[in-house]
């Protein structure tokens, strides 16, 4: 068949590649929002977003499976950029500087990435740091009222006279 290729056939519509656009495409704060926590989370040094009180929130929505992926993140979404706001929690032992350098970088390639725009800028706020140490400490259970004074603690089996054993011991 030496006819025109199907290709050329198509209705001119269907060839529209990314300089002849079909339509809009809107992506929400919320989505782009979702991208930059997913990123940031992702970076190892990053305990937890957003400040105090959003973390303790966040941390009932855990429970009841409700998580926020967007908490400590805040985006404005333009037609073609980008500008992002995060707060979070470091882990002890990584160098701060450095680990806001690789969560922006995370940031910078998730967004443009996956959402097709630019990026001006991302602010990055650290408000904590996260001791592993001392929460393993506040995990250990505490000693109760009898531990601690020594009350109620027997010693171990003590050899008596088969006539002087307790009452409990007969039974």
Same mark, same amino acid.
């Given at each position: 068949?030496?006819?025109?290729?199907?290709?050329? /056939?198509?209705?001119q519509?269907l060839?529209?590649g990314?300089?002849?656009?079909?339509?809009? =495409?809107?992506?929400?704060? =919320?989505? $782009?929002?979702?991208?930059?926590?997913?990123?940031a989370?992702?970076?190892?040094?990053?305990?937890?977003?957003?400040?105090?009180?959003?973390?303790?929130?966040?941390?009932?929505?855990? $429970?009841?499976?409700?998580?926020?992926?967007?908490?400590?993140?805040?985006?404005?979404?333009g037609?073609?950029?980008?500008?992002v706001d995060?707060?979070?929690?470091?882990?002890?032992?990584?160098?701060?500087?450095?680990?806001?350098?690789?969560?922006?970088?995370a940031?910078?390639?998730?967004?443009?990435g996956? $959402?097709?725009r630019?990026?001006?800028?991302v602010?990055?706020?650290?408000?904590?740091?996260?001791?592993?140490?001392?929460?393993?400490?506040?995990? /250990?259970? +505490?000693?109760?009222?009898?531990?601690?004074?020594?009350?109620?603690? +027997?010693?171990?089996?003590?050899? /008596?006279?088969?006539?002087? /054993?307790?009452?409990?011991?007969?039974?």
């Amino acid at each position: 068949m030496d006819g025109p290729s199907r290709q050329a /056939q198509a209705p001119q519509a269907l060839q529209a590649g990314p300089e002849q656009p079909q339509g809009r =495409t809107v992506i929400s704060d =919320t989505a $782009v929002a979702k991208v930059v926590g997913v990123a940031a989370r992702g970076v190892s040094g990053v305990h937890a977003l957003g400040s105090g009180a959003s973390r303790s929130i966040g941390a009932i929505r855990d $429970v009841v499976g409700a998580t926020d992926l967007t908490q400590g993140v805040r985006v404005e979404v333009g037609e073609s950029q980008v500008a992002v706001d995060l707060v979070l929690m470091a882990i002890y032992g990584y160098p701060l500087q450095e680990l806001a350098a690789t969560v922006r970088a995370a940031v910078y390639d998730a967004v443009v990435g996956l $959402v097709g725009r630019d990026v001006i800028e991302v602010n990055i706020e650290i408000t904590d740091v996260y001791i592993p140490a001392a929460e393993a400490e506040r995990q /250990q259970p +505490r000693p109760g009222p009898a531990e601690r004074v020594g009350a109620g603690a +027997r010693p171990a089996a003590v050899d /008596q006279p088969a006539g002087n /054993q307790n009452q409990e011991e007969r039974l």
